[in-house]
């Protein structure tokens, strides 16, 4: 019994003294100064460059493509013909009705020289009369079904793309032209609505393309609709691109729209801090402080006041250290 309790004793001992030496020893840390520096709050969204003025030209009917100009690139004339469907029934349903029409025409005025006669009834004049009309209706209405078989340019510009390829069966609504001017060129882009409050017209905004990996293009913010999409939760934004621009149409961006910047601004690194709180380095020992924060970025935050700008910050927060506890600086 003696042997066991002595066991238990030194056991007790030894954890004791395991857990003073872990509680004791300084806990190694990274430590980083805050900076001066400008911050900006950002609003991020992403978007495709479009053309301020363009149009689609899509198909009303299922048909297959006949001819097509060949024009991708060239600058067309409004009304210019595009493409043209398979419309060979329809024009047989045309001449069908022109054959009745003619047959009527003869008709009526067969009828009306026996009105003239007095052989003929008014009311036999009257119905070959309707008989005609009925039939020049359906001319008139084949006529201009005749003309959605022809795809023409909405307005003058340059064929920015052209899609399909002939013996294609184009179905309703496919676009197969985009007509439009090359320049000006804008971002079309969706802001999730809870920033939409924070953007206004006239925003300046820096645009990030895979295109040009090293470059910082420049964007303002022209438009924003007025309605949202409830489904997506989000508005569209439009941001005018200036003439110098190296972007293309179709491609994405990155946008991050600037809604304020204050300059000279004390900055920490944003993982330094939880809520409103961060870590310092007093002589080896880790001090919390309650900061207050103001432009929250992706790498830095701003500190307005709680913190001195020659104090060593800790970096990132460290989530299981308490106040007071010893500490070191972390060597390489």
């Known amino acids: 019994m003696k042997i066991s309790r002595v066991l238990l004793v030194l056991a007790l001992l030894l954890v004791a003294a395991a857990a003073y030496w872990r509680l004791g020893r300084p806990r190694d840390v990274a430590i980083v100064m805050p900076t001066r520096g400008d911050a900006a709050e950002i609003v991020y969204a992403t978007g495709v460059v479009e053309p ?29 013909e595009l493409a043209h469907l398979d419309d060979r029934q329809a024009q047989a349903s045309l001449s069908e009705l022109r054959a009745r029409q003619r047959f009527l025409r003869a008709d009526y005025e067969r009828v009306s020289t ?11 004049l009257d119905r070959a009369r309707s008989e005609l009309s009925q039939i020049e209706a359906l001319i008139a209405g084949q006529e201009t079904r005749l003309e959605t078989y022809v795809l023409r340019a ?3 510009g340059v064929v920015l793309r052209q899609d399909g390829e002939v013996g294609e069966v184009a179905e309703p609504g496919t676009v197969l032209f985009w007509v439009g001017e090359p320049k000006p060129l804008l971002v079309e882009a969706e802001v999730n609505e809870e920033d939409i409050p924070r953007v206004a017209v006239g925003q300046r905004a820096v645009l990030k393309a895979d295109a040009f990996p090293d470059r910082v293009l420049e964007a303002t913010l022209d438009s924003i609709t007025p309605k949202g999409d409830p489904v997506a939760k ?7 691109l200036p003439e ?33 709180a961060l870590f310092t380095v007093e002589n080896g020992v880790a001090r ?11 790498s830095n935050t701003q500190v307005l006041s709680g913190l001195d700008e020659t104090e060593c910050v800790i970096v990132p927060f460290p989530e299981d250290l308490a106040d007071g506890a010893k500490v070191r600086e972390k060597r390489g």
Request: hydrophobic share 45%.
């Open 52 to 80: 301020r003025i363009w149009a689609k030209v899509t198909p009303l009917l299922r048909e297959r493509i006949v001819e097509l100009c060949n024009c991708e690139g060239e600058a067309v004339e409004k009304g210019a």
């Open 234 to 240: 989000t508005y569209r934004v439009r941001l005018a």
């Open 154 to 156: 909405p307005m003058s």
């Open 244 to 276: 110098t621009t190296p972007l293309r149409i179709g491609m994405t961006v990155e946008v991050n729209v600037i809604v304020q910047v204050s300059a000279n601004a004390l900055l920490v690194p944003t993982n330094a801090l939880r809520g409103g």
């Open 288 to 298: 919390r402080h309650d900061v207050k924060v103001g432009i929250r970025g992706a």
């Open 114 to 124: 026996l009105v003239e006669r007095r052989v003929a009834s008014e009311q036999a």
